[in-house]
T-cell receptor, first 114, second 112 residues
Framework: DVKVTQSSRYLVKRTGEKVFLECVQD?????MFWYRQDPGLGLRLIYF???????EKGDIPEGYSVSREKKERFSLILESASTNQTSMYLC?????????????FGEGSRLTVL | SQQGEEDPQALSIQEGENATMNCSYK?????LQWYRQNSGRGLVHLIL?????REKHSGRLRVTLDTSKKSSSLLITASRAADTASYFC????????????FGGGTRLMVKP
């Protein structure tokens, strides 16, 4: 079974804390993505990566950074968490070159920033 | 900005009925995909339809694509309580590189 694993299902952090969300995939996919999901706003792309050490901004990169040191791992970093970053964060991986194919999602990480 | 918009936002039906969800998008696409999400979980891919295809089937799912109207529909036949979930369309726009853009989703409730 293909698998995308997110390190934490639920996190509670305080404003100003640094937050790491880890994502690992076992499918040798080139592309990895971080989305956030909020009620009424659907999924919005934060960052994506199409290769090791490569990253591209999505629609809402402000307040976030990412790291891809190994092909299987893509980390989302909140340098200084704020309450408006309370959300569900979804990691995904996929093959996509040109015409994007199927994405495989993790179970999500629900972050609450107090 | 959202490329795809689902309609309706919420749908409630009885078990055994068919459920139809629609998706409209704005720019030309390479393909359109449908995903399902159970409450509080990740998304699961259901079906992909390419821009040169008009209809595709997978089990109880039927997806149509009308590129002239920039719209797609997902039909779930003979629905079951277990089909209760949110359903999202996602488009791979021609000018969007390797990115999928998701709509806001349709929340489907199937009552037993």
């Amino acid at each position: 079974d293909v698998k995308v694993t997110q390190s934490s299902r639920y996190l509670v952090k305080r404003t100003g804390e640094k937050v790491f969300l880890e994502c690992v995939q076992d499918m040798d996919h080139e592309n990895m993505f971080w989305y956030r999901q909020d009620p009424g706003l659907g999924l919005r792309l934060i960052y994506f990566s199409y290769d090791v050490k490569m990253k591209e901004k999505g629609d809402i990169p402000e307040g976030y950074s990412v790291s891809r040191e190994k092909k299987e791992r893509f980390s989302l970093i909140l340098e200084s968490a704020s309450t408006n970053q309370t959300s569900m964060y979804l990691c995904a991986s996929g093959i996509g070159t040109g015409a994007t194919g199927e994405l495989f999602f993790g179970e999500g990480s629900r972050l609450t920033v107090l | 900005s959202q490329q795809g918009e689902e309609d309706p936002q919420a749908l409630s039906i009885q078990e055994g009925e068919n459920a139809t969800m629609n998706c409209s998008y704005k720019t030309s696409i390479n393909n359109l995909q449908w995903y399902r999400q159970n409450s509080g979980r990740g998304l699961v891919h259901l079906i992909l339809i390419r821009s040169n295809e008009r209809e595709k089937h997978s089990g109880r799912l039927r997806v149509t694509l009308d590129t002239s109207k920039k719209s797609s529909s997902l039909l779930i036949t003979a629905s079951r309580a277990a089909d209760t979930a949110s359903y999202f369309c996602a488009t791979d726009a021609n000018n969007a590189g390797n990115m999928l853009t998701f709509g806001g989703g349709t929340r489907l409730m199937v009552k037993p």
